[in-house]
């Protein structure tokens, strides 16, 4: 395995930025011989709810089970019809399918790989089917079209539960996305914008008849201890990872502003490469950059040549869900996911961390203008032999 020397994310970097203070609060929860549903957990739901200026906040053990809790919450059942995008982390679908529901794949806008609106209304409108809700992903930290979506949901009676696990802090016009749709579901995973030092999740909402519905399915359905109301689960967020999100939270604006700094540079100093294709972001969002992603032909040999001069890429995702081999035969569709398709084939996610340095991002630019300018470079000098074996056989 080639050590890389510009990792593609590092929770390790974030951790020892803020090292002092979550040393010090995970000492504070130790001590406290309360560790499961106790104070750290509280605050931090008051302070999440408070940040996206939204009533309530509920953790949970994961971002999957947020977006099955929420749904669950919404009374999604088998024999519903839920509307999200096959462009997504395969938990967005598991989620659905958890719940017996059965995942209806609309295709993504390829300028910001989340919810083509128009795809989704063509699809209420002319195909009969027990429409429940729609899932829109806020993907690589840029909002889906909430206007659009609210209005089509309106229109249809539907509800929207947002996926919203890469898209902490992000907001549409000027408004936090999790706030738009009647729930919402975060993931706290360890790379994500605001990320645990192990797995943690949160469901959101306005309304507190579901926030209430959430918090007894997280503990078995119980309304008094011992006594189910429901069928529930276990998924709690645990007072440690609470102790540690609420001082990464702390932190959570001015780590996406790191991240939103770093991809202007990037975006300055790839804008002249015709061979890449790099992320927009619509006049109404702010984008906040879990991941920057270009589309480039020839992805995988890029991929490579990067890696072999220490450079981490990754691809988000390789495999669209609809094509992947436990969801054959148990999702619909009512036109092809072209976008989806040509996305998965393309895309390729950069490095991009708060704590990554200037230097190292002018790294990753080198490597890039070097292969992508190259095939200029060869018709003007005619230097074939400055061309490495990798970059002939990828370009
Ligand atoms: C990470 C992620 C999830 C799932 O979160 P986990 O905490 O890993 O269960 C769901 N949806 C999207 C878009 C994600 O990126």
């Given at each position: ?48 709810a408070?940040?996206l200026g939204i009533a309530h906040a509920v ?10 809790l929420a749904l669950r919450a919404c009374d ?57 809700a ?16 609210m209005?089509?949901a ?5 509800r929207v539960v947002e ?15 999790a706030t738009f749709g009647d729930i919402a579901a ?16 949160a469901v959101v909402t306005h309304d507190g008849g579901l926030a209430d519905r959430v918090r007894l399915l ?178």
């Open positions: 395995m080639v050590s890389l020397s510009i990792p593609q994310s590092s929770p390790l970097a974030n951790y020892l930025a803020h090292s002092d203070e979550i040393d010090s609060a995970l000492r504070r929860c130790l001590k406290s011989g309360w560790y499961i549903l106790g104070q750290e957990v509280a605050s931090f739901e008051k302070e999440f408070a940040y953790g949970v053990a994961n971002g999957t089970d947020a977006l099955y999604v059942a088998p024999g519903d019809a839920v509307l999200s995008v096959s462009h997504t982390a395969v938990a967005t679908i598991a989620a659905i399918k958890l719940c017996g529901a059965t995942p209806v794949f609309v295709d993504i806008d390829p300028a910001t790989f989340t919810m083509d609106v128009g795809r989704l209304e063509e699809t209420v409108k002319n195909y009969r089917g027990r429409f429940k729609i899932v829109p992903v806020h993907l690589y930290g840029h909002p889906a079209h909430m206007t659009d979506i209005d089509v309106a229109r249809y009676d539907l996926d919203c696990a890469q898209a902490h802090g992000a907001t549409w016009e000027d408004r936090k996305t975060f993931s706290f995973y360890p790379t994500k914008n605001l990320g645990a030092l192990g797995d943690g999740g997280r503990e078995y359905g119980w309304e008094e201890r011992y006594i189910s109301k429901s069928v529930g689960i276990n998924s709690r967020l645990d007072e440690l990872q609470a102790a540690i999100l609420r001082v990464k939270l702390r932190h959570l604006d001015e780590d996406n502003s790191r991240r939103i700094s770093l991809a202007r540079l990037y975006t300055a100093a790839l804008t002249d490469q015709e061979r890449i294709t790099l992320p927009q972001t619509a006049s109404e969002a702010t984008h906040v950059f879990h991941q920057y992603v270009i589309r480039v032909a020839e992805r995988d040999s890029l991929r490579n040549y990067l890696r072999d001069r220490g450079t981490g890429t990754l691809v988000h995702y390789p495999v669209p869900v609809h094509q992947q081999p436990a969801y054959a035969g148990c999702f619909k569709l009512y036109s092809p996911l072209y976008e989806t398709e040509a996305a998965a084939r393309e895309i390729l996610s950069l490095p991009l961390f708060p704590e990554m340095t200037g230097e190292q991002l002018e790294t990753v630019v080198q490597q890039l203008r070097a292969i992508t300018s190259v095939r200029k470079r060869r018709a003007r000098s005619k230097r074939k032999q400055m061309i490495t074996p990798v970059t002939r056989a990828a370009f």
